[in-house]
């Protein structure tokens, strides 16, 4: 065991010395459906970590909250008619990175991702047994200016999100961000 910690902490001093690995925080919004229920507002926040091989190709990883889940009503407020699943997932992405000017870059990312549901919550008198993991692709943008990243992203579960049922979800972000 330590043997792999003392190997992890020298992999990461060794990368922390590159300009090329950037860690950040991150915070934002998360509508999420599946199957033919309507979109339910939720959060999604995480740490992310890219390393970038040159100026151009990377990649990237983390983890991240997201609230998924449906609602049988069009309001995405009222949580009352609500299927509510919180998921811890781990992206990773292959990132293209272009410089637009300056500080400012253009970071294009897709890739797999594996999430564990965490929480569940379901209205009174519904009978839904989501599976407890969900694997699926994601895609995104990411603007950095500076220190600050603003990223929209899309993530499809390519499993079934229920044991019956050919549900699966389908989740848009938009989250806001600080880069170390």
Do not use: W
């Amino acid at each position: 065991m330590k043997k792999i910690l003392l190997t992890a902490t020298l992999l990461l001093a060794a990368f922390g010395a590159s300009a090329q690995l950037h860690v950040d925080l991150r915070a934002g919004a998360a509508v999420a459906s599946f199957g033919d229920r309507h979109l339910k507002l939720g959060l999604r926040t995480g740490i992310g970590v890219e390393y970038l091989f040159g100026d151009r190709f990377g990649i990237r990883t983390g983890l991240f909250y997201t609230n998924k889940g449906a609602s049988t009503t069009s309001d995405v407020i009222d949580y009352s008619h609500a299927i509510r699943l919180s998921y811890l997932d781990i992206p990773v992405e292959a990132v293209g990175s272009f410089r637009l000017a300056g500080r400012t870059r253009l970071e294009v990312h897709a890739g797999p991702y594996a999430a564990c549901r965490v929480r569940s919550v379901l209205p009174e008198g519904t009978q839904y047994d989501a599976k407890r993991c969900e694997l699926g692709i994601g895609a995104g943008i990411d603007f950095v200016i500076g220190r600050f990243v603003v990223g929209p992203e899309v993530q499809y579960g390519l499993t079934r999100l229920a044991k019956t049922g050919s549900d699966h979800a389908t989740t848009y972000a938009l989250t806001l961000g600080y880069r170390f």
